[in-house]
Antibody, heavy 120, light 106 residues
Framework: QVHLVESGGGVVQPGRSLRLSCAAS????????MHWVRQAPGKGLEWVAV????????YYTDSVKGRFTISRDNSKNTLFLQMNSLRAEDMAVYFC?????????????WGQGTLVTVSS | DIQMTQSPSSLSASVGDRVTITCRAS??????LNWYQRKPGKAPNLLIY???SLQSGVPSRFTGSGSGTDFTLTISSLQPEDFATYYC?????????FGVGTKVEI
């Protein structure tokens, strides 16, 4: 059974950093691309970033380029999102999501999310 | 970037109704369109991928159709557990993008 468990969210001041983690189990982690998707309060879903199964390819939404870094540790079945220079508009629930068919760029399993609050 | 326009933003329906939700892409995305169901407090659930392929475990009353720029999600006979918000998502190119969602209410 696939499980994705995010952690690392919390309250942070604008301009500071936070690192999210997503612990994966129940599937062959190194065979699938992984994504981060977020949902700001009262808003819809927004894709943030994707990393290929071996970590060699990474793509980001424009608003986080240069500030966020997606990475993975396949030896520990863990996905990460390093978030620097946080802004008020980054406040959201962040979900990690597993790619459906390896690299199909749709998401068949999601975690429950971790809340990031950016406030002074 | 590809913009996804979803309509309606909300609809009222009854159990047993046939419900149709549409999604339009700002450019052709072939069949790279996916549909999700989201219930309050729960993670999204993939219903349909590649425009018309039913995800494993999803009831057959959910069907997807379309290609190019225009897509449709149809629920053939609405069940009580189907009251939720539905999102389309394009997987044609990055940045991947979602529609704004359609809330299906009683």
């Amino acid at each position: 059974q696939v499980h994705l468990v995010e952690s690392g969210g919390g309250v942070v001041q604008p301009g500071r950093s936070l690192r999210l983690s997503c612990a994966a189990s129940g599937f062959t982690f190194n065979a699938y691309g992984m994504h981060w998707v977020r949902q700001a309060p009262g808003k819809g879903l927004e894709w943030v970033a994707v990393i290929s199964n071996d970590g060699s390819n990474k793509y980001y939404t424009d608003s986080v380029k240069g500030r966020f870094t997606i990475s993975r540790d396949n030896s520990k079945n863990t996905l990460f999102l390093q978030m620097n220079s946080l802004r008020a508009e980054d406040m959201a629930v962040y979900f990690c999501a597993k790619d459906n068919k390896g690299a199909s760029w749709n998401f068949d399993y999601w975690g429950q999310g971790t809340l990031v609050t950016v406030s002074s | 970037d590809i913009q996804m326009t979803q309509s309606p933003s909300s609809l009222s329906a009854s159990v047993g109704d046939r419900v149709t939700i549409t999604c339009r892409a700002s450019q052709s995305i072939s069949n790279s369109l996916n549909w999700y169901q989201r219930k309050p407090g729960k993670a999204p659930n993939l219903l349909i991928y590649a425009a018309s392929s039913l995800q494993s475990g999803v009831p057959s009353r959910f069907t997807g159709s379309g290609s190019g720029t225009d897509f449709t999600l149809t629920i053939s006979s609405l069940q009580p557990e189907d009251f939720a918000t539905y999102y389309c998502q394009q997987s044609y190119s990055t940045p991947l993008s979602f529609g704004v969602g359609t809330k299906v209410e009683i």
